[in-house]
């Protein structure tokens, strides 16, 4: 009964910039910790950014300084703000949210991704 939904993907060139958004869907009592994952062709998946609700935030070394993640708790959506693309940011952006239903607690829930293309 919840949903993550990510939209914002698309082909950039290297050195643009994308923002991703997240928006969390259904019988959702609260939202602990969201982030943002990807997987490239042929690798496993990696964490990109997480933010907790109180806005404390978590980046890989990868994009440390380029991506900044963001969240409106009113609208139980994240985002993903993507500067600086490099090549080798293409892949599917998948959002993951931790959170509590009415009937489950720490539920883990994943969206259904968004391609990011970067060209060189």
């Known amino acids: 009964q919840v949903q993550l939904v990510e939209s914002g993907g698309g082909l950039v060139q290297a050195g643009g910039s994308l923002r991703l958004s997240c928006a969390a869907s259904g019988r959702i009592v609260s939202i602990n910790d969201m982030g943002w994952y990807r997987q490239a062709p042929g690798k496993q998946r990696e964490l990109v950014a997480a933010?907790?609700?109180?806005?404390?935030?978590n980046y890989a070394d990868s994009v440390k300084g380029r991506f900044t993640i963001s969240r409106d708790n009113a609208k139980n959506t994240v985002y993903l703000q993507m500067n600086s693309l490099k090549s080798e940011d293409t892949a599917v952006y998948y959002c993951n949210a931790d959170l509590v239903t009415a009937r489950e607690r720490y539920l883990e829930v994943w969206g259904q991704g968004t391609l990011v293309t970067v060209s060189s």
């Open positions: 933010i907790t609700s109180g806005g404390s935030t």
